[in-house]
């Protein structure tokens, strides 16, 4: 008689477990973190792959922290809360996001400052990135969007946003003027993007630093 029900009770064992672990991958992958704000320092963490550009000035997965973490201490002092990502981004909600990058060419002074987004709509908050850096930085700025990394970037598919999720390309690197200049101020920098993001988001008590 066991013999006989046997396998109709493994079959229902084996769809109890399935049905067990299917509850567990469903919560865990529309688990997500909440916040206002989500910046990204780009490369950070990462030790094969692409890891960056790099100079005798500096390297990008360094510079990316550098600025990140300057413009994350001054939003959460004006009292954001601030999600503070690695290259490995978790599922984000948030009022705006920001990607932090600086760029590399083969041939140097190629490139320069640009700004990507992979929904038109958010446009207008590059535009108005743009608005503020391009007062501030003195070198070539370039179309938006103008490679497929900053179009396509990965990580806008692991954020929802308000405002926008923008990819900022503070400068190249591998220029020579660029990186000198890039260099002495890179926590300015950060601050300045920590001013753009209370802006945007109505908050006081931020200045608008000296670059």
């Known amino acids: 008689m066991i013999k006989k029900f046997l ?3 493994i079959i229902l064992i084996i769809t109890f477990f399935i049905s067990i672990n299917y509850k567990k991958i469903t919560k865990q992958n ?5 916040g206002d704000v989500l910046i990204q320092a780009g490369h950070e963490g990462r030790t094969t792959g692409y890891t960056g550009a790099s100079s005798k000035y500096g390297k990008e997965i360094k510079w990316t922290v550098i600025v990140a973490n300057e413009a994350s201490r001054v939003l959460k002092e004006a009292g954001l809360n601030v999600i503070r990502s690695s290259a490995n981004l978790p599922i984000s909600k948030v009022k705006l996001a920001i990607a932090i990058h600086f760029d590399g060419s083969s041939k140097p002074c190629r490139s320069g400052a640009s700004i990507g987004y992979g929904n038109p709509n958010h446009q207008t908050l590059a ?3 743009r608005d503020i850096y391009q007062k501030e930085f003195p070198f070539k700025w370039m179309k938006d969007n103008f490679t497929k990394n900053l179009s396509q970037y990965y990580g806008y598919k692991y954020v929802f946003s308000q405002k926008g ?3 900022v390309e503070l400068g190249e690197l591998t220029c020579n003027k660029q990186a000198i200049w890039l260099k002495p101020r890179l ?3 950060g601050r300045l993007i920590a001013y753009f993001i209370a802006q ?12």
């Not at 529309?30 to 909440?34: D, E, G, I, L």
């Not at 945007?200 to 670059?211: F, Q």
């Open 127 to 129: 535009n108005h990135w």
């Open 200 to 211: 945007e988001l109505g908050v006081d008590g931020v200045k608008k630093p000296r670059v």
């Open 7 to 9: 396998p109709i009770l």
């Open 30 to 34: 529309f688990k997500y973190k909440q």
């Open 165 to 167: 999720f923008i990819l």
């Open 187 to 189: 926590k300015r920098i």
